[in-house]
């Protein structure tokens, strides 16, 4: 008899490790953290957007495993710019329904889009939407300039029942943003009725800027992806076929998305089949722990889109992580990485041949920028650091002055749980730097990625590794996201560089690739001679899969999707 959904959830615990061979119509992933939330307006962490790109649907996405070539999702068809780029009309796909029931219709996306405008604030992703529509990464509570009049001039649906976008100037990245997971299509009357925003002018204030974190939309979903939700908790999240899904009926019926937080408990449940994909730690992890195991399939040499960096904050706005608070060998002043002669110093003693050999199974490579090297703009030539313990002892001379050297420190860096590279990282360069001076110590500690995403963004960390995944397909989503002070990292390392701001801003407004790539060159050059950050070497990409898993090949795989986990759409799955 063929396992109900009922069945499946008896079988694989919704309160724990799977306790049971997966099913062939289930699929389990265990990642060491779980979703902060299912609103696609808020979201913009890795766990929560696996989950919302196969909830929510947004109006076209990525062709296979191109990063260039699209194809459209709720969209009938692929949007041609006019007016100058400008202007962007949408005709909108027929007979879809919401997982209420509910038919959709322009008017959900108009609601989705003006709704995202509104509410956009610093938790969430849409600020590069705003940016693009309004000319402001603001909200109207930030920036007085954001009017009723700017964001429904922005996006409104026409007589024809056409969604119509006018940008204030063009944005060749535009398209590219519109990708992202978090501008899936929000079903506008359930919304009204779980207390959201009502979509009119007489209140769109109240709703400026926004938490949506304790909004009804955080913890229950009505989209058109292949998939509804049934249930979340707090480590736990259960989703089954939505069966009037207009792109019809997906082999995979359940999904189960469970936190588990240890490592080798993930492991163990991959290798008995209790788990169908994992969130399987470092290189090292997969070669020493799964390849070659029976029913474990490696892919290798994936495509990635993604960054990895140590960020050293250069104005710590937390009292208690910086010890004394003062350079006297018992903590750090808030201000300690704002000398270049600390950053270059820190830059020095990490051990990149190590790293790269030791936790990337010397697969990696040294980037001279923290943009991916398959992106244009990415910076060939500029200079790198390199492992040099007396260099990063000259530099450690000169900081403050000399007080650094005379006095040490006490460093309280964190990684967040289950980054097991980020981990190595921290650890590699606590043993580099505390072996120049017996008076140099960093302290190592690990938090939960729910308090680390709420201190990074408060400017209370001091030093973290921490990575980034391409929200689009397009260099400024790290360049402004990395060297801008107007990026979303900036209150994480508050590093700031007039000449930067200004080229990135050039690099924006240019369609020309080589006077980008010219003005990305400098923004590179620069940041080698300032070293905001201590840039790692990159991996390319493994994905361990159980034998049983069809869909996700070397060919179709694309990181911009399921955020590199199977490069695919769970839809796109099935289990033999």
Not at 153 to 168: D, E, H, I, M, R
Not at 454 to 475: C, N, R, T
Not at 507 to 514: G, I, N, R, Y
């Amino acid at each position: 008899m063929k396992k109900t959904l009922s069945t499946a959830v008896v079988s694989i615990s919704l309160l724990g490790a799977a306790s049971a061979a997966a099913p062939k119509d289930t699929l389990v992933i265990q990642q060491a953290a779980t979703v902060t939330t299912l609103d696609p307006g808020l979201a913009y962490d890795t766990f929560s957007l696996q989950m919302i790109e196969n909830i929510y649907e947004t109006l076209w996405t990525h062709k296979g495993g191109s990063l260039t070539q699209m194809t459209p999702l709720l969209a009938s068809k692929l949007p041609i710019y006019t007016n100058g780029g400008r202007t962007l009309v949408v005709d909108l796909r027929r007979g879809v329904k919401f997982h209420s029931g509910n038919p959709m219709t322009c008017a959900d996306a108009e609601y989705t889009y003006r709704r995202n405008l509104v509410t956009n604030n610093a938790d969430s992703a849409n600020w590069f939407i705003a940016e693009s529509l309004l000319g402001t990464q603001a909200n109207a509570r930030d920036d007085k300039s954001v009017t009723w009049a700017r964001i429904a001039g922005a996006v409104k649906c026409n007589a024809a029942g056409q969604l119509v976008f006018t940008l204030p100037k063009p944005d060749p990245a535009f398209m590219a943003k519109m990708t992202f997971g978090g501008q899936g299509v929000i079903d506008r009357a359930w919304a009204i009725r779980q207390g959201e925003w009502d979509g009119t002018e007489k209140t769109w204030k109240d709703w400026a800027g926004k938490d949506l974190s304790g909004g009804k939309l955080a913890s229950s979903a009505s989209g058109t992806g292949a998939y509804r939700l049934v249930k979340r908790d707090a480590d736990n999240v259960l989703l089954t076929a939505h069966t009037a899904y207009w792109g019809g009926a997906p082999a995979i019926k359940n999904v189960i998305m469970q936190k588990i937080g240890e490592l080798a408990a993930r492991q163990q449940a991959f290798l008995k089949g209790d788990a169908d994909l994992i969130e399987a730690g470092t290189r090292s992890n997969v070669d020493a722990q799964l390849r070659g195991k029976p029913g474990v399939v490696i892919l290798d040499n994936l495509p990635i889109t993604g960054v990895q960096g140590l960020f050293m904050n250069n104005n710590v706005k937390s009292a208690s992580a910086l010890g004394s608070g003062k350079l006297d060998g018992k903590g750090i002043p808030a201000n300690f990485f704002s000398d270049v002669n600390v950053r270059k110093a820190m830059a020095y003693a990490f051990d990149y041949d190590r790293f790269n050999r030791d936790v990337l199974r010397s697969k990696g490579t040294v980037r001279t920028m923290l943009l991916p090297d398959s992106f244009p703009g990415y910076s060939a030539g500029t200079r790198t650091y390199t492992y040099d313990p007396v260099k990063a002892t000259e530099y450690f001379k000169k900081a403050w002055d000399g007080q650094v050297w005379q006095n040490g420190f006490v460093i309280n860096a964190n990684y967040r749980t289950g980054h097991v590279l980020g981990q190595v990282a921290l650890e590699l360069l606590k043993q580099n730097v505390e072996a120049l001076n017996p008076r140099f110590r960093i302290n190592i500690n690990v938090e939960p990625w729910s308090e680390q995403s709420a201190k990074f963004q408060k400017s209370e960390e001091v030093m973290i590794p921490m990575g980034w995944g391409a929200d689009y397909a397009d260099p400024d989503n790290f360049m402004t996201t990395f060297y801008s002070s107007k990026g979303f990292f900036y209150p994480t390392n508050n590093w700031k560089d007039a000449g930067a701001d200004r080229w990135i801003e050039q690099a924006k407004q240019t369609t020309d690739p080589a006077r980008r790539g010219k003005l990305y060159k400098q923004v590179a050059d620069l940041a080698y001679e300032q070293s905001p950050y201590i840039v790692l070497p990159a991996d390319t990409g493994v994905r361990a899969l159980r034998s049983n898993l069809k869909g996700v090949t070397s060919a179709t795989f694309n990181p911009m999707r399921s955020f590199g986990f199977t490069g695919t759409f769970i839809r796109e799955l099935s289990k033999k």
